[in-house]
């Protein structure tokens, strides 16, 4: 019982990094990455679509990203939602592809984006306490030995130990990244 509570925390602890690596990801550093088109909608016939199931996205320069329309009328709608979803880049629109340019990122602007980073991984710490805690109630509630229970958040302590630390070394490579010229 106590096996099946430690290994569904686990479970959640995993998902809550892979969230913070997505929105990790979503975080520009100065370089071409698809990853920042990923929450843009496209109203395509009536429907937001997402743009990656509009065009292809691939990168031809280090600091540039390409977007082909599989259907090329769709081309303009494609560039409405780039400018409606605040990525903070301006389409060029050739009449086949969209261009997106990524601008050189400022002294100023890493620190902010280093900042947002920051934030993101606390909001993990905070979501890894929530399921610590959870778990924790849930020893409690089981009828076993006191021994047992105390082993079981002892084991669930050592999670979160294990889990804060994964924050910790990937907010530490974003920042890396983040700040690097």
């Known amino acids: 019982m106590i096996e099946d509570i430690l290994t569904n925390t686990e479970l959640e602890m995993t998902e809550a990094i892979e969230n913070l690596e997505k929105r990790f990801s979503n975080i520009r550093a100065g370089r071409a990455n698809p990853a920042i088109l990923d929450g843009v909608m496209v109203n395509y016939y009536g429907s937001d679509t997402p743009l990656k199931q509009l065009a292809t996205i691939s990168i031809p320069e280090a600091r540039q990203l390409m977007i082909k329309p599989f259907d090329k009328s769709s081309i303009n709608a494609i560039e409405k939602g780039i400018y409606e979803s605040n990525v903070g880049l301006t389409p060029n629109n050739n009449g086949e592809v969209i261009i997106l340019n990524i601008p050189i990122l400022t002294e100023e602007t890493r620190r902010e984006y280093v900042k947002q980073a920051k934030s993101y991984a606390e ?17 409690d509630k089981l009828e076993v ?16 130990n294990k889990y804060n630390k994964i924050v910790d070394e990937k907010f530490k490579e974003k920042e890396t990244e983040l700040m690097t010229v």
Do not use: M
Not at 126 to 139: C, G, H, W
Not at 145 to 160: F, M, R, T, Y
């Open 123 to 139: 909001d993990c710490r905070i979501v890894l306490r929530n399921i610590r805690q959870d778990a924790n109630k849930d020893i």
């Open 145 to 160: 030995p006191e021994d047992d229970a105390k082993k079981g958040q002892e084991d669930v302590q050592e999670l979160i």
